[in-house]
């Protein structure tokens, strides 16, 4: 009797299906992730329940560190935590064009308030400001650390205790007086901000609309910046309370007085 032989169907496997699917998977994932941006230090955000998102685009970020790690100020006189500024704009005002903006603004700003120790910045410095997510130094400090290489700046501003990083605030109050380096900013951001949005209003009553009913909801950056939908606070929960509530009332004192605490959402285990 013959031997009966039983024939072996093919393991091959057609995988193109599988393969166009992954490949669509990580294309979408690439387009709608958002790269997380370098710090100058890691911030550990407080806990609490609220579940509102902070945006991506059209935002101002003002990062409070925690202390030192020795728990002592390199200089007396200047608040416990650093503050630096990160500005995000969007389609409409790209991120290095805002950047630019402020930056123009803050530098003329200052220099008007401190005649004798002016500030000059060239374009390559003009440059590197626009294409850094976060910076935070004394106006004094801008040309030298903007002049660095990207690699040798972020190392320089993770030393909290170098009395040249961070931006310097103190309590001041007068909107109209001498204000403070943190102000000057915000300043900066405000007057960018409503430019603009004087800007919109002239082309279109030019055009025979009403430019100031037209602009009133569609002006992203200046509901940003006025309104508070996006200057937003992110400080360590070990920073002192003291530094925090300077930040607010300087914040206040410029007119700025909706504003965002970023913290972390607590979860169920965690209560």
Known sequence: MGKVKIKRKSTLIDMTA???VTVLLLTFFMLTSTFLQKEPTIVYTPSSVSEEKVPVKDLVTILVSSEDKSGKLADPTQVEGKIFLSFAGDSV?????????VLLYAVDKYNKLHPKNTVTLNADQVNAFKKTNMLGVPFQ????????????RDKFLGELTNPNVGIPINGNKDKNGALNEFQIWMWALAN???DGRNDKINQLDAEGKNGAEAVR?????YNSVFQGRAISVKADKDTPFTTIHR?????QT????KFTLMTALKSESAE
Request: avoid cysteine.
């Open 247 to 251: 930040v607010f009332d300087n914040l």
């Open 141 to 152: 400090a801008l040309p030298q650390v903007l002049s660095m290489e990207t690699s040798k």
């Open 18 to 20: 599988m393969s166009d």
């Open 192 to 194: 960018v901000a409503q």
């Open 254 to 257: 410029m007119g700025l007085n």
């Open 217 to 221: 909801d569609a002006d992203i950056l």
């Open 93 to 101: 005002i790209p991120s290095e064009t805002l950047r630019e903006k």
